[in-house]
Every structure is written in C-alpha cells, then in structure tokens.
C-alpha cells in the first residue's frame, strides 16, 4: 500500500515533575486509515494525544503533519492544523442548539446566521451518515447525540485528523456499531482518525493498525489483520495475562433479598426508579446492567437505606445468625422494655430475665454482646437505617466517576479508612485501632494493594488500589449481600480481573453479589443472571449464560413495557 | 398626584433600574455575579458630577456629553478593580461585589457632599442640559431627557448583541460552561473583563441618570445605592432578558412609587405603612423566583457558571 502520512510524532517525550508519561514515542498515522491506541491505564496514551490537540506542549521531540514540522502550542492551533479531538467529557453547552454548539468559538469573516450553520450542519450530517437535529438543545439530547454534535464541530471545522477518547464508554453497542459505521465512511473519505480504548474487542473490529504504549514508551504498531486478542494483551502488559473469568455453577442457592415493586422520585419529583421487583440469590451475581445515569445507583441507595422510597419493599432473608442487642444501640430503658416482652435470649438460646440486676450489669451483658436479640429471620429494610442495614450484612461499595466520592476519605490514611466503618464497634472512649490497622494489614496483603505503607493517604495511591481497599473493605466484614457498583471503573485490565476474582470468590463463599458494570462483555462472562433496566425501569432479567450481547443492548434501550422475564 | 403623572414618573424612575439591571445582565451572562452594583451606580453619578464641575460654562452637548464619558470611565473602572479580583486573582465574588458596594458609596459620599457646597454652580446648572433637546419643563412627557432614550436603546441593543450575534453567542457560552469556550478558543479572560467592565459603565450610567435627571438635588446621591439593589433584583425578575427588562424596570418603578398613588385613591394607609410598600418589588422578586424555581425551565435559569471562578484544566 501506498499511503501518505497524515502525521508523524518523532522521538516525543513528556515529563510532569518526575513522572515521565510519554518517553521518546514514535508514532505515524496515515491518511485514510483507523488507528487504534492501546494501553493500560496511565500508559500515557491520553497525554500523547493531548500533545497533537494542543493541550500539553512537548518537552522534546517533534511532531510533522503533511511532511512539514508544526508547533502546536494550543487547541486553537491544533484547529488551524485540521486536528481535531472528542473528548471523553464532552465540551457542549447545554443551553444551547447543536447548531450554536457547531459555531461556537468559529470566527470565520462570515456574518452570524445560524440558519446558515444549520443547514452545513445537516449537510456534514448527510454526507457520514449522522442522525441530528441541528436546532435541538443539548440538554434534550441523549448521550449518543451529543457525541454526534462532537464529532460534527470538528468536522465542521475542517478537521482531517480526529482523536477520539473513548469513544464507546458511553454508549451502548447499537450506538456503537452506528458510530463505528460513520467511522469508516469518514475513514473512505480520507481522514486520519486516532481512536483511544482500551476494549480489545473493538480494537479488532474497527481499526486498521493498533499502536500499543506501555509505561509511557512505544512498544509496536501492529497491523490489525495480523494480530489476536491475546498478542494484544501480551504486548500491552508485558506477560501473558489469561483473560477467562471463572465462572462456576451456583451451589446452595437461596433468596436472600427480594424487592418488590420498588419506586423512588429524585428531588425534582422525578421519578428515577419505577416499579422495580427482583431477586438476590445467595452464591450468585446478579450483573445489572444498563446506559449510565438509568437508575443503578439509586437502587443501590435504596437497598443500602441511603435514600428513601417512595413505595415498595426490601425484604432481606437473613442468613440464621441473631445478631446482639449492642448492635442496635438502644437505650437502656429500651432494652429493659424489649426485655420485659421477652424479646432477647443469651447465646445458649435461654429467655433473658433482667428483673433484679442493676443498670451497670445489664449494660455489661449488652457491650459484651452477650444478649441477643429474637428477632425473625425476614426482615423489611424498608423501616432500617443505613447503620442497620449494614450491620445485618447489606454491604454496598459504590465506586463513583471520582473513586473517591464515597466510601473512602482520600486524606485518611488506610487505617483510619477501614476504621470508618468500626469505630463504633470500640466501647471505651477511645477508638479502638489495633483492629483496623490489622484488617489493613491484611487487605493490603491478600489484595496485593501496592503502598509504601497502611499510613499513607488514599488519595495517593493509584486508581486499582484505592478499589482494592474499597471492596477489600466490605468483603472484610463477611457480608450477607456485597453489592458493588463500577468496581473496575478506570482501572486496567490486570486490577480489573484481580476484583472479578474477588467478587467470585464472594460468591462461592455464599454471598450474594449484585455487580453494577459497564462493559457488557465482562457482565455476560462473569454474571449468573443479567439484570437489565432502562430510566429506571426493569426492561429484563435473562440468563447469563446463555444471553447474546446483542440481547442486552435491544433491553437497554427499550422503554415500551413489555419486558422479558426469563429466569 | 394624577394617575398619568405617577404612570410617567414611574417610567422615568424605572429607567434608573434599567441601567442598573442591564449592566448586571452583561455581566452575569459572563458568569460574573455583580453585588456592587450598587456601589458602581453611585460612583458613575460622582464620577459624572465632577465632570460637571469642570464643564461650567461649555455649550450645552459637550458638558451632557462629557459627563456622561466620566461616568462610563468611573464605572469602567470600577468594573476593572472587580474583574481583576474576581477573574485574574479569583477572589470570591460575592465578598468583592459587597466591598465595591461599601466602597463605592463611601467615595460617593464623600465627593458629593465636597461639591453640596455650591451645587448649583457645581453640577446642577446642567439640569436643563440634560432634559434637552426635548423640553425644559420637569413634568409630564416632555420632560423625559436625553439619557432615557439612552437607557432604553443600550437595552434593545444588548438584547439584539446577547441573541442575535456571534459576540453575544461567545458571550452566553462563557457564562454557560467557560471550559467549553476555552477549548473551542475563546479568550474566556478577555470576555469576562469586557463583560464586567461595559456593564459596569453601564449600570454607572443610572448613578448619572438619577442624579441629573430624575432626582436633579443636592441630595440624591444618597439613595442611589437602595435602587442599585433593586437593579440586582430586577435582573432576576426578568429572567436575564434585557427586552424584558425594559417592561420590568417600569413596573419595578410603579411598584417603589405606590405609595405616592396609594392615598390619592382613596385609601388611607398612613406613614409607616409607605416603607412596606416599597418592599414591593422585593416581593415580586421572590414570588417571580418562586415560580421560575418551580417550573425549572431551563432558558429561565441563571447562567450556569454564575459565581463560579474558572481555573483552566491543567492536567
């Protein structure tokens, strides 16, 4: 083949401090071509394209667009070059019409007619194959659309060369496939188009060479006919990784938390979860899967007591195991008026008599854990408070967008993170951290959390390891139910599979493990059943199993109500 | 007082708020929430005032044009000190917008009552100035002076800039999502220092308004500073649209003269009750954010980064 070069990146080098992210990389892109960037997480693949946008200036080492040097000090100079990128976040304003959001920033001598841009618009639109509606306001738009308005804005700006930043983590894979189509036919037109990722099926599928990037060095470009799955990986870790997930048959199933007819409304009044009925089984993982923002986390508030419902019910089977009385922390009154209506016995299961014992000696029965509570083995987490809820055994890790946004306080240290959860639990008036720093101790060790110390603050530690505290965290109080929402969300595929290990493991030790995901291939490998909503609404519940991709995807956008019920 | 006249006296006071209020929207639309208002309106009328001085004897054009250049240069500048507190240092924006407040009317005092000595010869000689070229009587339409039409033409035009243009279109996308303009390359810097500092000459403009044609006393000066925040509040009233501010300013100024029409109709409601009603205004503030806060309309909102300092990405 005999293709011009579109650009070439010589000997380029990037250093922030002491860290260096990109060490003497070369790398070209030819004209007419898919090139598929690959690498781990912080192998410096979004600095190397941030330094063809104009977003970070290198610090040595030169960059060539149609044979000439450039410098691209500035995304206004990337522009001038015909570079354009699409964000992961997209850069849109909400208020405004894609047309506006196409014009924006353009200072072309021509005069400001936004019916004009418009019709550009359509035309771009026409020519790839896009579906938009140039006068409709971002924020009606889904996030497919938006990505769309993206791509038009460089386009529309002339742009030759677009880098898109994953591009299909937001997407579901209809979406994808659409996307990807206008992908090649913008590729048959002539343009260079980068495409960052770490998902190797869509490596394979869409590009024509990958160019993979370990620790920040450039390790091969490969052309794509010629490669697997499995080089992919080798190249990109640098040993050989398995890539399957155990799966093993469900053993001693049981409900153990049913929900029935759940609904919640936000704070707007909107209604962000909707008639939502299904079953956690003990010894499973239930995947729920679903586009982002669908309702996932607020039906994990729900079930962790974080936000209230509107109507419906958590009932939770507890495994037989009475907890004591301590754990609710009721007033001494309290517990002699449930002991007065014989609702304790001790732990050989004799009914607790307090009648003649002095307040310090029934206080010493309830701290020692020595009283127990009859309570019955069904219970309503309805009527519980988030403290409740957890301490029967409903243990919720949520890891948000931020990672650090809930569950762990980035500026505490491991210790004193895993001591949130216990502090309670001391009954001197001094915390108790010789607990605490053990379970640290020992979650560093099993998870092989990579930290100078347990004394070092979280938010120091990498995006893997501060997930790895996280979970390891909730796993470590030997949970009736672990639900985990984007445990691996940013992390690569080594740390990935380190917690889908850990979340099977759960699962063998009888734990019901409802896992929140993004990647739907992740979900059909490592999912006993597939829970699939869509705003909120349970479009399916099928088979792990045996369930196609392409199934999912067809329930993930569906919000006609007549859903599937399989399982 | 007859009905028609408390009608034209509320459209000429309005044109105060207009300034006022239409200043603010420009600046807000940058993102910037201007509490010194205020304090700028008070200087733009000082500012003018002194011109005045020096004018004393010139033709009747230059000295209204002068002055009105003075209040424009006092309100810009006060709108630079801001800006470069709020924009290059990041200072927080409420706690700047309420210093140039307290210090713009403190300055204000103290050059107005300096020139209170011999006002007349001072600044008010250029009443009948500016109540030309139309008429030089103090009632009914005629007397409506140049800087009315003036008022009103700065709001058409800011409505038409906002809306219609691609200045006005960078404009709203600084104050919707400055990182968004910044990535597309727009000088966010430069448009929220232009935004800040026309506005400010503009809300200068009604310090200048008030003092030389609706109040025309020696004493005006000292209550400019309650209508600068009744200017703030009109910007929210009218839901940061300029053309509905012009409608809106006029109500605003029938409102704060009720109490002048209330008696002549008939009802009694004696001295005290005149200061609650001219919490009018404040009230339909309230009620009209009540309403937009329900019906969440998104057009009807504040600019998104309202109060929010931008610091660029760097990594």
Known sequence: ?567 | MMFLDYILTSVALGMTFLLGCTGEILTEKAGHLNLGIPGIMCIGGASGCLALKYCYGMPGFFVVTLAIIASILGGALMGAIYSFLTVTLKANQNVTGLAMTTFGVGVTKYIMSGMAIDATKNYLYALEYFRAPFAKSTTGLNSWGVMMYLAIAIALASAYVLSRTRVGLHLRAVGENPATADAVGINVTAYKYGATCIGSAVAALGGLYYIMDFMGSVEAYKTIEALGWLSVALVIFTLWKPLVSIVGSILFGMLYLASSIIPSLGINLGMSATPLLQMLPYVVTIIVLVITSISKKRENQPPASLGIPYFREER
């Open chain 1, 1 to 567: 083949m005999n293709k011009q070069i579109a650009i070439e990146m010589k000997g380029v080098t990037k250093t922030f401090g002491s860290v260096i992210a990109n060490n003497n990389v070369d790398l070209t892109v030819y004209k007419g071509e898919i090139l598929a960037v690959l690498g781990e997480n912080g192998c410096g693949k979004t600095t190397l394209m941030n330094m063809i946008a104009g977003i970070y200036y290198p610090d040595a080492g030169s960059i060539y667009i149609d044979g000439k040097e450039v410098n691209i000090h500035s995304p206004a100079d990337a522009f001038a070059h015909g570079i354009g990128m699409i964000h992961q976040h997209f850069k849109l304003v909400d208020l405004f019409t894609a047309a506006e959001n196409v014009i924006l920033g353009n200072s072309s001598g021509e005069r400001y007619n936004i019916a004009r841009v418009s019709g550009e618009v359509k035309q771009i639109a026409d020519r790839y194959g896009f579906r938009i509606d140039p006068d409709k306001k971002i924020y009606d738009m889904s996030v497919s659309e938006k990505q769309t308005v993206e791509i038009i804005k460089v386009l529309y700006r002339g742009a030759e060369i677009l880098i898109l930043d994953e591009p299909s983590a937001v997407l579901t894979p209809q979406e994808t496939d659409r996307l990807f189509e206008v992908l090649r036919r913008m590729r048959d037109d002539g343009k260079s188009i980068i495409i960052i990722t770490h998902k190797l099926h869509e490596v394979l599928s869409i590009s024509d060479r990958v160019a993979i990037l370990r620790k920040g060095e450039h390790i091969a470009t490969v052309n794509t006919k010629e490669t697997t799955a499995e080089a992919l990986t080798e190249m990109m870790v640098g040993r050989k990784v398995t890539l399957n997930i155990d799966r093993p048959t469900p053993e001693n199933v049981q409900d153990r938390l049913v929900v029935k007819n759940l609904s919640m409304v936000d704070i707007e009044g909107i209604k962000v979860l909707d008639n939502i009925s299904f079953t956690a089984r003990s010894g499973e993982i239930l995947g729920i899967a679903g586009i982002a923002g669908s309702g996932q986390r607020e039906l994990l508030e729900a079930i962790a007591g974080l936000k209230p419902l509107e109507s419906g019910e958590i009932i939770f089977n507890r495994p037989k195991k009475n907890l004591p009385v301590s754990f609710y922390h009721k007033s001494l009154s309290d517990v002699k008026a449930l002991a007065a209506e014989n609702k304790f016995h001790y732990e050989d299961g004799t009914p607790v008599d307090l009648t003649g014992m002095t307040n310090r000696e029934i206080r010493a029965l309830v701290n020692e854990g020595k009283i127990l509570f009859n309570e019955d083995d069904v219970m309503n987490l309805r009527d519980k408070t988030p403290l409740q809820i957890r301490e029967v055994g409903v243990r919720l890790s949520f890891v948000p967008e931020d990672r650090l946004g809930m569950g762990l306080v980035g500026n505490m240290d491991i210790v004193d993170n895993m001591m949130l959860r216990s502090y309670r639990k001391s009954h001197s008036m001094f915390v108790d951290r010789k607990r605490p720093s053990d379970l640290a101790d020992r979650v560093v060790e099993e998870l092989e959390v990579v930290t100078p110390s347990t004394h070092t603050a979280v938010r120091r530690l990498s995006g893997g390891n501060v997930q790895k505290v996280l979970v390891g965290r909730e796993i470590a109080a030997a949970p009736a139910v672990l639900m985990a929402a984007y445990p691996v969300r940013g992390l690569d595929i080594n740390s990935s599979y380190t917690i889908y290990n850990l979340l099977t493991e759960q699962k063998k030790s009888g734990v019901a493990v409802v896992f929140v995901g993004e990647d739907l291939d992740v979900l059909l490998e490592l999912c006993d059943r597939i829970m699939v909503i869509c705003a909120g609404r349970i479009t399916g519940i099928v088979d792990g199993r045996t369930v196609t991709k392409e199934e999912v995807g067809l329930l993930m956008t569906k919000t006609d109500s007549d859903t599937k019920k399989e399982v």
